[in-house]
């Protein structure tokens, strides 16, 4: 229905993709509020170009492929600014056995560490570990080779790593 | 409390949970319901998608390709010799020949030969 052009039966659409398509956005641009505009941005684009959108191949890869190019062309547009990672001395002051300052300093450092990968590790990781696509999907929607993406996802996954370890012996 | 993050195989081709879930949570959009709302109405003011463009192109294109064809088929028509309209039963019985003949013949041999032998 909404690819006859239903206004509603894709609002639905949106509503079950939002999240996902905003999560990539935000993977792309560092932060929310681009990453919302963004999202938009894909939507509408996805809304005109249904006409042109193959019934038989699923639908959210075609959305999310639509989706991450409009961030990366609002961050070509606006030079978005990034997410700048936390000063060192904040992250020191929330340690402490409390549950919930533990779960922010993760959050800083998980931030700190997504902002210093590359935008095609945060994508690439982003969609293989908290979004379920396949290498080769996500290769396909990045239009990279599938060992690209391997890569992407292994040295994004050492970084994160790597990044987390001192909060996790500090947190035990 | 721990936060495990990463089992060993990084090339595998299966998410890490753990991790997964770290970063949907550090990523999670906020204000769902507004954002749902505010596409919403940004489509709502769009507008129109392809569909009506193309149905809006569709309508005077159909009407203008159905003038061409109708244009073209007069053209040819009066440029085409105009048929005679006269059967071969009807020569036939202007020649006299015998509507039984004519009824059984079974080719047009038959018939010219009845013709000729009349005359």
């Given at each position: 229905m909404a690819a006859a052009g239903d206004a509603d039966a894709f609002g639905r659409l949106v509503d079950i993709h939002a999240p996902a398509a905003r999560r990539a956005a935000h993977a792309v641009l560092g932060n929310a509020d681009d990453a919302d505009d963004a999202a938009q941005d894909g939507f509408l684009a996805a809304w005109r170009a249904l006409g042109g959108y193959d019934p038989a191949r699923p639908f959210r890869p075609w959305l999310m492929r639509i989706v991450v190019n409009a961030a990366r062309d609002l961050r070509r547009r606006r030079r978005v600014r990034h997410t700048e990672p936390l000063p060192p001395q904040r992250a020191a002051g929330t340690r402490g056995p409390d549950h919930d300052a533990s779960r922010a300093l993760l959050r800083d450092r998980l931030g700190e560490a997504l902002a210093a990968l590359t935008e095609r590790q945060r994508v690439a990781i982003t969609l293989f570990d908290a979004e379920g696509y396949a290498h080769a999907e996500i290769a396909e929607l990045l239009g990279v080779p599938e060992g690209t993406v391997r890569s992407d996802v292994f040295h994004a996954r050492r970084a994160m790593r790597k990044a987390l370890a001192p909060y996790q012996e500090e947190s035990r | 409390m721990t936060h495990e993050v990463t089992?060993?195989?990084?090339?595998?081709?299966?998410?890490d949970e753990r991790l997964g879930a770290l970063l949907r949570e550090h990523l999670a959009p906020a204000g769902h319901a507004a954002f749902v709302g505010r596409v919403r109405a940004a489509i709502a003011a769009e507008p129109a998608t392809s569909w009506d463009v193309l149905a809006r192109w569709a309508r005077p294109g159909v009407a203008a390709a159905a003038g061409i064809l109708l244009a073209l088929g007069l053209l040819f028509g009066l440029a085409q010799p105009s048929p005679s309209g006269v059967s071969l039963a009807d020569a036939a019985q202007a020649a006299g020949v015998p509507a039984v003949l004519v009824a059984d013949a079974s080719s047009t041999d038959v018939l010219l030969a009845a013709v000729v032998g009349d005359e």
């Open positions: - | 089992p060993p195989n990084d090339f595998g081709g299966t998410p």
